[in-house]
């Protein structure tokens, strides 16, 4: 009897499993789709990740941004007007020569013959020059007798009214440094290897920038590695742009783009440093022709500044003929003024060459390229009555 129990239980959980199983599949088959498990809700997800209206947020003061890039210091240049007085004692060594050495004479009690030497002497180891000595002292002479003067004061006015007029006082002296024409002006500087000449463009760009110009540099000088380096640092202290070619490049080139950039730009100044040229080299000096035929393909050239080493003496009158011939020099700029007993040589190179000085170098510093003035000059030269 158990038997048959066991077997009815086993055949009902038969026919309960096959019902299961059949009814599934015959949904299926009627195109019934199950619908998918409901999965689990995650933490963050949907409306549970959503920040309450109260939550603080951080604010633009909250929020630390990175420093900006500090925009280069640019240098502001010393005024140029009073450069000259405030430069004077940088004279020393000419005004020991030639301006105690003069009024030691004219304050003897007895102006002689062999006093009118001396003063004579002391003229031409200035580097006066013969034919600016024998006119000075003519005319000093004969004005003393006239005039009966004999205090050293008013002796030493008639001298510097005189060394005043040797220097040629009516003489223009002004930059011309102005655009003209829809184009800058053009200012080429030439010179001799050692004068100092890449190191006055940069000083003479500073000059401009202090007068209120706009300048771009031109590094024509290709053949000197250092040139157009020591240009750029000279012109991003003032902010003013350098175009630089290749170096053994075409000057030319170099000096054609500069102009071109100064006209693209709008500035008011090109500053054109060419080669140092050696006077007896010709085919040196034909190139600088070169440049300067090169650049007056935008128009003429406005300026060329001679630079000349008044520690050189009346060799520099030697240089600046050479030069003359070649380009027109409209300026010269004396150079280590500061470092010699020869003061005289501007106006020696003024009277043997018909130029004028427009600028004088009174030391090493970056401000010390001055606009050169004769009644100034004279007056630092000859310093102060003893």
């Not at 009516?170 to 200012?187: I, K, M, N």
């Not at 003032?238 to 000096?255: C, L, Q």
């Not at 500069?258 to 010709?282: F, H, S, Y």
């Amino acid at each position: 009897m158990e038997y048959v129990l066991y077997a009815v239980v086993l055949l009902v959980v038969l026919l309960v499993g096959a019902a299961a199983y059949v009814v599934p599949s015959r949904s299926r088959r009627r195109g019934e789709v199950t619908p998918p498990p409901a999965p689990d809700r995650l933490p963050g997800v949907g409306d549970d990740a959503e920040e309450p209206r109260d939550t603080p947020r951080a604010t633009l003061t909250d929020i630390e941004l990175p420093p900006a890039e500090a925009a280069p210091r640019l240098d502001v240049p010393e005024p140029t007007a009073g450069r000259m007085v405030r430069l004077r004692s940088r004279l020393a060594r000419s005004q020991g020569t030639l301006g105690k050495g003069l009024l030691s004479v004219l304050s003897r009690d007895r102006l002689d013959e062999e006093a009118w030497e001396e003063l004579e002497d002391t003229l031409l180891t200035a580097d006066v020059g013969v034919s600016a000595t024998q006119e000075v002292v003519t005319r000093l002479r004969e004005r003393t007798r006239v005039l009966g003067t004999r205090s050293v004061g008013e002796l030493r006015a008639l001298l510097a009214e005189e060394l005043v007029q040797a220097m040629g006082p009516d003489t223009d002296r002004s930059l011309r440094t102005l655009p003209h024409e829809g184009r800058p002006a053009v200012l080429l500087v030439v010179g001799v290897n050692g004068t100092g000449k890449t190191t006055t463009c940069g000083k003479l760009a500073r000059v401009l920038v202090a007068d209120g110009r706009s300048v771009v540099l031109g590094a024509a000088d290709t053949f000197r590695a250092a040139a157009a380096d020591q240009l750029e640092t000279w012109g991003s202290r003032v902010g003013a742009e350098v175009v630089r070619g290749p170096e053994g490049g075409d000057p030319a080139s170099v000096a054609f783009d500069a102009v071109r950039r100064g006209i693209e730009a709008g500035v008011d100044t090109v500053l054109v440093d060419t080669a140092g040229r050696l006077q007896n080299k010709t085919g040196l000096m034909d190139e600088l022709g070169k440049v300067k035929r090169v650049v007056e393909k935008h128009g003429p050239v406005d300026e060329t500044l001679l630079v000349l080493d008044a520690t050189t003496g009346q060799n520099g009158l030697v240089q600046a003929r050479v030069f003359t011939e070649v380009v027109d020099v409209t300026g010269v700029v004396l150079t280590k003024l500061d470092g010699t007993a020869k003061g005289g040589i501007v106006i020696a190179v003024q009277r043997e060459l018909g130029i004028p000085v427009k600028l004088v170098g009174l030391g090493e510093g970056p401000d010390d390229l001055a606009p050169f003035d004769p009644e100034e000059f004279v007056d630092a030269l000859l310093g102060e009555p003893a």
